[in-house]
């Protein structure tokens, strides 16, 4: 899993003036709502002694700690309440917190955990058709066992469609089927591809008539290690264009925050039986991903047998290489090893600016290592 990327840490209604507990790549956080409406994101542990924040209570715009009532700030993590040091205490400089940046966008609160100052900062996947007449969004949210680079690779693949989805192809039964040889797009933070290919009409009888069987031209892209877009164009006025928020909750799991945009039968009433029709293709996918093995992508693509119609999943790899060799790459196996005895946290930008945290920051991969056994 890699810091240094935005991840949506809650859908934003969620996020009131209580506080919420979630997991992100392996971590824990407490997000809540100061008195200005304002989403923070805060490492959940105390670091007094180690209690949840989470499960303490917000006051103004502080979280209180239910162990000992130690107050963090939201916006900059750091402790301003001891209660029992009295009314004048002075703050010890180690009483702080990692505290993230936070946006809202989509109706999803994004954290961005990772310690790289603003304007170094990759963005968060753009969502264009957000709000624009003629378009409608819904969000649905899954959860997944599985590690989010396999999953991502799930979305990006052109030849798994014909198989995989029944609604979008003929299992391969047509004797000309294909995947047609295509360009891997380039963008700053990911690759994708569009091809166009032949597909049956859509099952569903609410569907049917949408597209008719016949060419329809889609394709996927990734934005960062676990975002991804598709996009479908079932005809020339009917569009579908998706964005995959992943979130890693751990290795292992992954959270899903489906936002799909149409263009046709754009009326709300339509809600339901689109995004059951979405949860069934979610789920096609699911059960072929959740029983790859092994449950990570393998280190070495000689360990796999990739050909050309793999192309877009091939350049991603090595974007995920890139971004391990900036040394963004979470030491999962690490923390894991020493879980019980020692704490860590994603670094904050903060750490740039000032020393003495009481939490190490999460060790990172050494990519370098790695390359060399291969070499050898
Ligand atoms: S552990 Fe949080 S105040 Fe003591
Ligand atoms: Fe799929």
Redesign the pocket.
């Known amino acids: 899993m890699f810091m240094n990327f935005w991840y949506v840490a809650e859908l934003s209604e969620n996020v009131q003036d209580t506080p919420v507990h979630v997991r992100m790549l392996g971590f824990d956080y407490v997000l809540f709502r100061d008195s200005g409406g304002q989403a923070h994101c805060l490492s959940n542990l105390c670091v007094h002694r180690g209690a949840s924040l989470a499960h303490g209570k917000v006051k103004g715009d502080n979280i209180e700690c239910p162990y000992h009532g130690w107050q963090f700030k939201g916006d900059d993590g750091l402790c301003t309440k001891i209660p029992s040091l009295g009314p004048d205490a002075k703050i010890p400089a180690r009483a702080k917190v990692d505290s993230y940046p936070v946006q809202e966008k989509y109706g999803l609160v994004f954290a961005f955990l990772g310690d790289l100052p603003e304007a170094e900062r990759p963005p968060i996947m753009d969502l264009p058709e957000y709000g624009q007449d003629g378009w409608r969004v819904t969000t649905q949210v899954y959860e997944w066992t599985a590690n989010f680079q396999r999953a991502v690779e799930?979305?990006l693949?052109p030849a798994?469609?014909e198989f995989?989805?029944p609604s979008m192809g003929y299992q391969g039964d047509r004797d000309d089927y294909h995947v047609p040889d295509f360009e891997v797009l380039e963008e700053a933070w990911g690759c994708g591809t569009m091809t166009t290919f032949v597909s049956p009409d859509l099952p569903d009888s609410k569907m049917k008539g949408l597209k008719g069987e016949g060419e329809m031209e889609a394709g996927a892209g990734n934005h960062g290690p676990s975002s991804a877009w598709?996009k479908l164009h079932f005809g020339p006025h009917a569009w579908a264009h998706q964005y995959g928020f992943s979130t890693p909750v751990d290795e292992k799991t992954l959270k899903r925050y489906f936002l799909q945009a149409r263009n046709f039968r754009a009326n709300p009433e339509m809600d339901a039986t689109i995004n059951e029709r979405n949860t069934a293709?979610?789920m096609?996918?699911k059960v072929v991903i959740e029983r790859v093995e092994p449950f990570y992508t393998p280190q070495y693509s000689t360990e796999e047998v990739l050909v050309k119609s793999d192309g877009v999943i091939t350049r991603y790899r090595e974007f995920i290489q890139d971004w391990e060799s900036r040394g963004w790459r979470i030491d999962s196996a690490k923390v894991g090893e020493l879980r019980e005895e020692k704490s860590f946290a994603i670094p904050s930008p903060a750490r740039r600016n000032t020393k003495s945290w009481a939490i190490e920051a999460a060790p990172v991969t050494q990519p370098g290592i790695a390359t060399k056994a291969a070499a050898e």
Do not use: F
């Open positions: 799930n979305t693949d798994h469609t995989v989805h598709t293709v979610m096609q996918d």
